[in-house]
Every structure is written in C-alpha cells, then in structure tokens.
C-alpha cells in the first residue's frame, strides 16, 4: 500500500511539472491578435478601370502586411507573436478566416487573401467592423488589452445614410469599450478623411495610413509604421510565476485535476507574535529605460537660402558652316479667273398699254365671325427669293370687291364662345412658330393670293395650338440612389427630374397640381431602401414644394434592387394615380442584383402603363445590361415603352435630349398632321451623303443618322404618278468613302443600315464623296432615271481649291445628277458652299438658294420640319 501510494504521488508531480513547464512558456509570450476588415464595395470596385484595380491592391497590401508579422524580442524577455485574420465586405460580410496563429497559419491566410472576389454592392463599414470586433473577442489570445482592427476602405459614403448597424460613430464607440484598437487605412490619399478619421481610435491610430498609393505613402511604410506602433503600445502579460500555487491553468477549470496532497488544507493557524521592526533596505537597481515614444511633428522649413553670384559668361561658339544652296520652289497655282465684264447697254422702254375699263364698285364684305380672344397670332411672313427685273407696266385690271372688314376681323383673332380663353398648347417653339407656319403650308404661291393665305394661315394655326393637347398625364421618376451612382450624379438627377416638369410646363403646356396632372418621384437602392415624395403628401401641397422636397433627398448607397423598387412604386405611387395617361421614367446606370433581388424587372408590364427606361453608363464605362433595360420597359407589351442609353449624368440636362424625352412623353397628345404631302412624278434615284469627319463629332454624326432615317421615310412613303419608283442609298465620307447602304426601296433594310453606321473621325475630302456618289449612280443604271445627290458639308475640306470644286461640281451636273448640300454651323467656307451650288457655271443665286439647306446646330435638323421641307424641294422635278 505504501509502494502504490508513492507510485501515485510521482506520477501526480510529473504532470504538474509538465502543466508548470508549458505554463510559463505561455506565459514568456506576448500575443498579438490583428483582424484586417477590408472594403471591397461597388465604390471601390469602380473608382478606376478594370474594376479589379483597386481590389488587387487591397490584397497585395494585406498579403504583404501578413509577411512581415514575424516574432520578435519585446522588452523584459518576452517573445511577441501574431494571430491575425480577415474579413471583406460590401453589404454583405464574408468571413476570409478566424484569427489563427501566423507562425504555422500564414500561408493558409495569405492564400485566402488571394481568392478574395470583390462583391461590389453597397458599403456597411459599421457592420463590418462589430463583426471585426466580435471575431477578435471570441478568438486568439486571452489579453483583452492586446487586440487591434486595420479597417481598409474609401471611407465612402461621406453620409452615413441609412447605415443598418447604428453608423460607423457607434462602431468605433464599441471598440473603445472594449479596448480593441482600429487603425484606419485610406485605398488612396483622396479619400473621405472625415469618416477615416471617426472610425480610427484616435489620430495617431489615422495618420497617413495608405493602402494603394505609392507617391505620398507606400505600402511599406504604412505596414511597418502600424507594426511599429503596435509593439511600443502593446502591453506585457502579468507573469504571476512566483510559486507554483498561484499558476491559473490555461484551460478550463472543469477539466483541472488537483494534486491530491494540495485537496485538503489544514487548520487555521493562532495569530503569531508581534515581529521586530525591520532595518531599512537598500536602494533599488536602476530601472531598465522606457519605451520610445511617438514621432514629433515635422519641423516648419527652414529659411531659403542665398543666391550665388552667376559665373562670368562663356565665350561664343564658332561659327558654322554656310549650309548648302536649297532646291527650287515650285511653281505657283494658276491665277483665278478674271473679273465680269461691264453690263450691256440698258433697252428701250416698251409702248405704253392702253387704260382698261374702271371697274364697278363691290359690295361692302359681311362681317366675318367674332375671334377668339387669347393667344396672339403671328403674322406671316413671305420668304421671297432676290429681287427679279422691274417689268413692263401692265393695264390696270378690273376692281375688286371690298372684303376689309372680314381681313380686319381676321388679324383680330376669332372669340371663342362665352369669350372664355382657350389655354394654348405649342407644338414647337415660340421662337421657330413664323418659320414652321411658312414651310408647313409649302408656300408656293404667287403674290396676288398672299392676302387671302395670309387669312387661312391665321385661322389654321390658332386652330393648330388650340387642338394640340398633351395632358392630362400622370407621371412618376424611379430613380437609382445605389452606392454606383454617387452623390455627385445623384444630385444631377435631382436636378433632372426639376428640369423635365418644367419643360412639361412650358414646352408641353402640362398643369401639375392636385385635381390635374400629377407627379411623383421613388428613390430606390438595396433591400428595403425606398423613398417616395409625391404631390398631395403632408406637407406638399403645390409644385414648389414638391420641387423642395425632391432637392432634399438623400443619396442612399446601397445596392441596386430595381425589380424591389418597381414593385415599391407600384403599390405606393402608380397604383393612386388617376389618369388614363400614365408615363413612369426608370434612370439607372443599369445593373440590378437580380442574385438577391427575386422581385421581377418587368414588375409595370401589362398594366396600361408607359415606361420610359433612362440608362446610363457606370464608372469604368460599362453599357447598362441590354435585357434588364429591356425588361422594364416593356418591350413585349402590345404598346412597348422606350429607352435611352446616355453616356454620363450630365447630359439628362442636354437640351437636345430633354426635347426628345418631352416628346416621348407626350406622343400620344392629338394633333392636326400638317405635313407637306410630297410626290414623284418619275422613277427617281436619291443618294444620301453624311460627313463623317472629326470635326463633325460622334453625337452630331448620330443627330445624321436620325435626319437621315426620316428623309428616307419621306422618299420611300411619298406619292407616286403612274408607275414611278424611287430608291434611296445611304453612304457617309470622311477621308475614306463608304456606302452603307445601296439603292433601295425596302425601308426596314435602308433603316437597319444606317443605323449600324460607324463614325469614322478622320480628315475630310468633299471631291472625292461626289465622285465616290457619281459612281455609284453609274454602276446602278436606270437610262432616264432622275439623280439627286444631297451632300452634308460645310464647305472644308482638306487641299481642296475653288477650281477643283467647281470642276467636280461640273462634272455631276454634266451627269445630270441635281446636287443639294445641307451646311450646319457658322464654321464654314462661304466661297465653297456658293461653288458646291453653283452647277459649275456662274453664280445663280436663284438656283443656289433652293439648293443650300442652313441650320445653325445638329440639333436643328431634328427640330420643327426642317426634314419636311428639304424632302420637299428634292422631291420636286
């Protein structure tokens, strides 16, 4: 019994030995535990092209932070080590890896860094960092005093708006009470500084901390500084080693077996005697020396320094060689052709003609009906040609009747019944209204019937502002609030939706108000994240105020779930509007989450509604997807909406485009089709030539296109005598020439053609388009088939002289192809554009002016009837 029990007992003391070993090796440690929460949100993804930038140079700087956690020797002979781990984050957390030990682990987590995908959706730094929080308090070492967070991110949104988890404030609040530090690490200098600042624990844990910038602070230096600050701050472990009896284990105490010679303690003891006082001490050694302390601020320059005296001027170099004889100038063009001669010899004048018989006086004209009273009508003015000879004067014809009052009556306007104005509603602008009234009518009249077109005009157009209606419509703006767009585009559209209402207002004569037309705008970004103000809510009562309660929306930054938001509108807006017109406007740069978004993109179809889809191109460049835009305008509706694909938020405010959305609108208002029928009376051939050069532009190059479409409509849908045929080819210049597409009468092939047009961007040379067209008007046939060529130029073109023009020029129309031009712009050459129309012969201003199209802008070919009048006048023989 005696030998088991001493048996018992060695057995006991070699595993407390061995707890007691491993104990103090623990406790000769000084762990570290650091979490990387890295950023890898839409807003990074897209701050520079490809979208992978900025995400690689985030895991190369945490690949490379993880290679220099080494071991080393921390003051009072203690060995620090490192456990780290990663999270990345957007608006979802994906855990990379738990905290683990580096010094067996470190591959295994470097690994991991590398096969980080960037998730690219909204931005929850406050959740990321709790999370952070939570993975270093429920893993590594158990010194609470010894944990720290490296946050790497843009700091984006500069708002905070709508952050799920209480805000970064609340985030970094949450570290301090627990003692956990977080350094704050920008991607690149221009960062949000302010956030970076708020999430970081204090200044110094903010600095200049840069992950991705090698000029102001390399990868290197922000690793090794952050590192450095972590071992001077990074307290030691309290040993506790003096006596085996006061080592705590290092595993619960549950699993903790006592030795049995130290289970049971004896009696207390009696209090002892009074001891002696003690004699004093000696003094202690001298303390070892304190820990570095932080950097100083950078000291101010010092003063400039004096400038030297400049040293005495060289000498000058030796003359060089007299360089050799230069070759003979070439021979100078030919002189231009002489002036006119003198004018002939003026003729007699003609016998005077006899006096004709004096005419009977006419009744006085019955008065013509009241007008009406309201909008002022326009007089008309005759566009003439120049002046012709005075002629001969002839006989004086019989007199008229009297009809003054009924002209007077006419200029007065007509009063409408009650004498209750008529609200008038401009089909085109105030300013192009003289000019739309003299080429709608095709005033191809002679002078004596001046006054009695005159007196329709006035009574037809009044009848045309009048009857044009667009409203009432209901209409309401879906707009992407989504981390993508950014607060800076964000407030364009703001800005967007103000510009079109009132454009509605004063181009389309739309009343917005409670009982008329009415408006309301949805911003939409991730889960749940909508927002809706509309006219007749609390509080927004009128126009103006809705118009404020728009500028205050608040850019959301999330994640993009469009379907979610049309559903949201549907139920909260679309469905209580009231009108049978209703017009929705999607504007998204184009890509939804349909991954977590389930709510379908064609949420509006199939309900009567008109969707107008508004896309914009994302910051690396990206078109919005093709079939999502598709989806939510509809497309396979009987009665599809429409879609436009902008380059950038600025141009929603482009003139131009805001024309044509406010059309798209209101397409479906009544109005009187006043269009100039146009009819051919032989088989016809047209070319159309557009100018591809650089100077044009790729907008303006496509502003053609469209012209060009509806001219080809024009040609291909006009009147025809008899059996005639009219085919129409499409082609565009620059240096190069090109047909896109052959003469034809098939409208849907010709439409197709032109619009797979490429802009070309090159130089431009005039000569050789027309000569490019005459060919291929040879190579089609047609024996007497009548040949126009309607040539876009502003009259440059490069090494191109007057005499080669009009020798060009001669030779089409010796060819007997009728050449028209279409100049846009001031920027042109006067001296080429008379020779273009000139027929090669001397200038006939006459023909010229029937054969010259002006229009000061590319936007204006699209405007008014400009397409009406020069389909009109080519079409005529």
Known sequence: LLRSGFCLMVVLLQRFSHLYRGTLELCQKCPVDLF????????????????NFYIDQ???????????????RHPCDRSLTWNSGALHYSDEIILVRQLSDIATERQALISDIKGISYIGKGTHTDCAIKRGIAELLIGGSHYQENKYIVVVTDGHPLTGYKEPCGGIQEAANEARQHGVKVFSVAISPDQEDTRLSVIATDQNYRQNFTAADNSRSTQLQTIRSIIDMIVRITPLPSPHLSSPLHISPPFPSSNYISPPFLSSPGHKGYKGDKGQQGTDGVDGRKGDPGF???????????PDGSQGDGGPKGDPGPYGTKGAKGDRGKNGEPGRPGNYGPPGTKGTLGPKGANGDKGQRGDDGAPGPDGLRGDKVFTLYYYSGPKGPRGIKGAPGDRGQIGARVRERARGGVRGAGGEREECVQCVSKKERKKEMAEVFCLFYSREKMVHLEMELRVVMVSRYNCCKCGPLDLAFIVDSSESIGSTNFALAKDFIITVIDRLIKDQQVHFGFNESRVGVVQYSGDGAQEAVRLGDPNINTLT????????????????????????????????????NRVVLVLTDGRSDITRDKTPLNTLCGKGIKVGGLGVKDYSGRQPNHEQLSAVVCTSDPKPGFSFVLENFAELLDDSFLQNLTTRICEDKKCPNYKCPISF??????VLMMDSSASVGQRNFDSSKTF????????LSAERSGRAAVRVAVGQYSRERRMEAELTSNLTLLTSKIEAATFQNDGTDVTKAMAFAMEKFQSSGGGNRKRKLVLFSDGRSQGVTEAMLEKRVRLVSEAGVELYVITVGNQVSEANLRSLVSRGRSYDVTYAQRHLFRVPDYPSLLRGVFYQTVSRRVSQA
Do not use: H
Request: net charge negative.
């Open 36 to 51: 990387f929460v890295l950023d890898t949100s839409e807003s990074v993804a897209l701050r520079a092209k490809p979208p």
């Open 58 to 72: 985030i895991k190369s700087f945490t690949e490379r932070f993880i290679m220099e956690l080494k071991e080393m």
């Open 292 to 302: 570095p302390g932080l950097a100083g601020c950078k000291g101010s320059p010092g």
């Open 545 to 580: 105020e809705l118009k404020q309660a728009v500028r205050d929306l608040r850019w959301l930054a999330e994640a993009t779930y469009t379907g979610e938001a049309l559903q949201f509108s549907l139920t909260n807006m679309i469905d209580r509007l009231q009108q049978e």
């Open 681 to 686: 009376s032989g088989d016809t051939d047209i």
């Open 708 to 715: 060009v479409k509806r001219l080809a409509e024009r040609f």
